[in-house]
């Protein structure tokens, strides 16, 4: 057992008196039949505990800030479960917004990401007093000084940069190299700064965002990274002597999917961030800047798991059994996406029968909708019940209606009790937007 990420399961994860898995105090066949599946479910005391982890890791800073990139998961009960922790947010959509808002959460305490935020986004981010914007190109900083303009504001931003530092994850989930969307190319920096001061009145540039991407385990990305940072801040003031007080790295730490996975704890990125930035700070006689961290996925990925019924199963003889459940790709889009991994167990087992190796497909209508290949299960039968690990992250988020599939319900489990925090879809709501002519 190691820290939250580096475990597949979420705290408290045991085989009960019945027989049953359960999670937190909650028996998680109890649960399905309650509200049935597919049902996602996360457990807060994980969730604390790795926030708790992360201000800890981090306690050695004197200016430090962390905020929960909401992309990973985003409701009204989860953002306020990050508030009450003390995080700020990272958003990305006027959606994420509007969800803070209704949380009872003051856009003051978040940051406006993306590479094509439109003019109402930023209206309305502007309105709601959000904290910082994260300006990622020539256009949007033009649309962001009018906008202020028009507001009688002058708004604080960071200078998203493209740190040209390639990580080795899935390559939709790079974002740091030369060959992005994401950021400005840090060879223009220079250029973007003066415009900024010379053109743009109504920006005030505080610091300098980057993120290199997603599901990472090597630790020196984070020191590669904070190097580029540093040594920008240190051209910046020689060229424009405006010293700037802010880095924001991202996020970006990887979670344990399977037990080939390997991730580094939030300790031992802590521990290379808070050297990395001590060094460079000397190197390049910089004032050491706040330093803020967003990260999503390591925050809330372990603490949930999706269940689902196992249905109809198909076995080819020597070529391999499906058993199909009541989700897939329209809930968990990451495997037919971008060929993640992932562990289950069936949640109704009392002893071990007879490990088979099968693959868990979905029932959605796509070969690809296959949501775990090649796995051991204990003697999966239709009415089971499947535990899919690590959904927290990027899975509701990321889900569709694909197939006319209503979105499944999200319940927190809370100190022995499962509380519905997103309730299941309803036909009605399905085609509510549908106009008959
Ligand atoms: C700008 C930015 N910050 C933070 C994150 C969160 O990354 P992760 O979930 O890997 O921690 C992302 C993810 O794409 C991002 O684009």
């Known amino acids: 057992m190691g820290f939250i990420n580096q475990d597949i399961k979420p705290l408290d994860t045991k085989i009960n008196n019945s027989g049953n898995l359960e999670i937190g105090g909650c028996d998680l066949s109890e649960i399905a039949k309650k509200y049935k599946t597919p049902l996602y479910v996360i457990d807060k005391a994980t969730v604390e505990t790795m926030a708790h982890d992360y201000k800890k890791a981090f306690s050695a800073l004197e200016n430090v800030k962390m905020v929960y990139a909401s992309k990973a998961l985003m409701t009204s009960a989860v953002a306020k479960i990050f508030h009450d922790c003390g995080f700020g947010f990272d958003v990305v ?28 986004e930023l209206e309305f981010a502007l309105k709601n007093n959000i904290a910082r914007v994260s300006v990622d190109n020539f256009y949007e900083l033009e649309l962001l000084d009018r906008e202020a303009k028009k507001q009688g504001k002058i708004q604080k931003i960071f200078l998203r940069i493209n740190p040209r530092i390639e990580c080795h994850t899935h390559e939709y989930i790079q974002t740091g190299q030369l060959d992005s969307k994401f950021g400005f190319d840090f060879s223009k920096v220079s250029e973007t700064v ?123 003889e020597n070529i391999r059994k499906y058993i199909s459940v009541d989700g897939g790709m329209a809930d968990n889009p990451r495997p037919s996406m971008y060929q993640a991994k992932y562990s289950a167990e069936i949640v109704n087992k009392k002893e071990t029968v007879n490990m088979e190796k099968v693959t868990v497909a979905g029932k959605f209508c796509e070969s690809g909708d296959v949501l775990i290949k090649d796995i051991e299960l204990n003697s999966p039968k239709s009415g089971d019940i499947l535990c899919v690990y690590n959904t927290g992250s990027y899975c509701y988020s990321m889900s569709s209606n694909y197939n006319s599939s209503l979105r499944p319900a999200m319940v927190l489990l809370d100190k022995g009790e499962a509380k519905i925090i997103v309730k299941r879809q309803t036909l009605e709501q399905l085609v509510q937007n549908d106009v008959l002519l």
């Open 93 to 120: 959509s006027l959606g994420e917004m509007y969800t803070l808002k209704n949380a009872g959460i003051d856009l003051s305490h978040a940051t406006f990401n993306g590479n094509n935020k439109s003019p109402e």
């Open 194 to 316: 003066k415009l900024i001061l010379e053109n743009y009145k109504n920006l005030e540039l505080t610091g300098l965002h980057s993120h290199v991407g997603s599901q990472i385990f090597e630790t020196s990305i984070f020191n590669d990274e904070i190097e580029v940072l540093i040594k920008e801040i240190r051209n910046i003031k020689d060229e424009f002597n405006i010293q700037l007080t802010e880095i924001n790295i991202g996020g970006g730490l990887g979670v344990k999917y399977t037990k080939e996975d390997v991730p580094p704890s939030v300790y031992d990125i802590a521990d290379i961030i808070i050297k990395a930035l001590d060094k460079n700070c000397k190197l390049y006689n910089v004032e050491k800047p706040t330093l803020i961290i967003e990260p999503g996925r390591s925050l809330i990925s372990t603490a949930g798991v999706t269940l689902y019924t196992i249905g109809s199963i198909k076995d080819i």
